[in-house]
Structures are given as C-alpha cells and as structure tokens.
C-alpha cells in the first residue's frame, strides 16, 4: 500500500511563513486533503482538492502541489496555528484506500 | 450542520470485539455520494485509517487490519458502526468517525468528524 511522508516537525516564527510537506506516490493521482488537530481534539479540515479551504478557514492557509508532493503553506502564521497537521489522500485509483501521513507538529516561535 | 457522535464501551476486554456506533444528524446516509469512515489515534501516536463503507454498505479496509475489521451501515436508524475483533493493547485508542466527502475526479477529504472517543483495551 501507499505511503505518505511528513517531517515529525517544524518551528516558525510569529507572523512568518510556514511550509508542510507530504510526500507519497499516491499524490501524483489524489490531492492530498490536510487536516489540524490541536491536543484533546479532534482533527478538522483546513485544505481540500486544488487548493479548496473550507468555510471558516483562514486565508492565510493555502497550499500547492507539485508532482508526488503536496504543500500545505501558511502565511503571516498565528500562534493558534500550533498545531498537529496530517495529510490524506487515497492511495490507488484501483485500491481506494486511505492513507495518511504520520503528522507534523508545528511549534509556533 | 452535520454532527457525528461516537457511541460505545470505553473498556473492552483482550480478546473480546470491540464495537461502536456512529450516529450522523443534518445528513442521511442513505442520499449517497459519501463514505462512512473510521479513523483512530492511538495514545501520542498518529492518524490511522481503518476503513469505510458507503450506503449499499460497500465497503474498504485497511489491509493491516482487514481480518478483523467491518464497517456497516444502517439506513434505519442513519448510524453506521465499527467492530474490530480479537483485540489486544495495541487496540487501544481514540476511535473517530468521520464523513469522506468526494468532490469530484481525486478529491476526497474527511468532514466532518465525531469528537471521537477513547476505548481501552483491558483485563
């Protein structure tokens, strides 16, 4: 089956730019979606398909792909986007599996 | 506004099944185009796919775990329910179900999800 690979994680400064990558095979066929989970909590939907934020979500969260790997970018980055982040995405169109990547801690400088 | 909420023993001993239920408001199972999902998290540890079934109760799971796992669904009562049999331990975790929306060629995402709920597996 399909792999996704996140770095464990990643510090930014207060209002600077962050980018999270997931890598996988997967992705040159799925989008990835990525997903916040702050602790005690459960995870909700930040980014979805090309670039798709749902309702609620900051413009700040937007993200980018490029072959087997997919970025999820934040921009001027808020302390309350300390976080977890995860990647998803199917892994086959033959399989249908879902997959997601271990996660990303996000520390927020 | 679509709510998901787990349902379900919060300790289950070695060996025995484990099984929870989903109950979904402000959407049917049975209009279609979704995927009725598992997702857990085991302590401190990440997200892990466990599997989902659409209306017709078609359903896909993760190969590490597909000996012991079923997902149904129950159009009745709009819930859809999780078993995992056999367990040890290494089950324990918080179980989330969650609702995978397709939207469109390659897009899928998960929203939105229960608050999920701890289960121990335990003597």
């Known amino acids: 089956s399909s792999e996704l690979t996140q770095d464990p994680a990643v510090s930014v400064a207060l209002g600077q730019t962050v980018r999270i990558t997931c890598q996988g095979d997967?992705?040159?066929?799925?989008?990835a979606s990525w997903y916040q989970q702050k602790p005690g909590q459960a995870p909700i939907v930040v980014l979805y398909?090309?670039?798709n934020r749902p309702s609620g979500i900051p413009e700040r969260f937007s993200g980018s792909d490029s072959g087997d790997t997919a970025s999820l970018i934040i921009t001027g980055t808020q302390a309350e986007d300390e976080a977890d982040y995860y990647c998803?995405?199917?892994?086959?169109?033959?399989?249908?599996?879902?997959?997601f990547g271990g996660g990303t801690k996000l520390t927020v400088l | 506004q679509v709510q998901l909420q787990e349902s379900g023993p919060g300790l289950v001993k070695p060996s025995q099944t484990l099984s929870l239920t989903c109950s979904v408001y402000?959407?049917?199972?049975?209009?279609?185009?979704?995927?009725w999902s598992w997702v857990r998290q085991r302590p401190g540890k990440g997200l892990e796919w466990l599997g989902y079934?659409?209306?017709?109760?078609?359903?896909n799971y993760n190969p590490s775990l597909r000996s012991r796992v079923s997902i149904s669904v129950d159009t009745s009562k709009n819930q859809f329910s999780l078993k995992l049999t056999s367990v040890t331990a290494a089950d324990t975790a918080v179980y989330f179900c969650?609702?995978?929306?397709?939207?469109?060629?390659?897009?899928?995402?998960?929203?939105?999800w229960g608050q999920g709920t701890l289960v121990a597996i335990s003597s």
């Open positions: 998803n995405s199917r892994d086959s169109p033959g399989n249908h599996l879902g997959v």
């Open positions: 997967s992705l040159r066929r799925f989008y």
């Open positions: 398909g090309k670039n």
């Open positions: 402000g959407d049917s199972i049975s209009s279609g185009g979704h995927f």
């Open positions: 079934s659409d209306y017709t109760g078609s359903s």
């Open positions: 969650a609702r995978e929306v397709y939207g469109g060629p390659s897009i899928y995402w998960f929203a939105p």
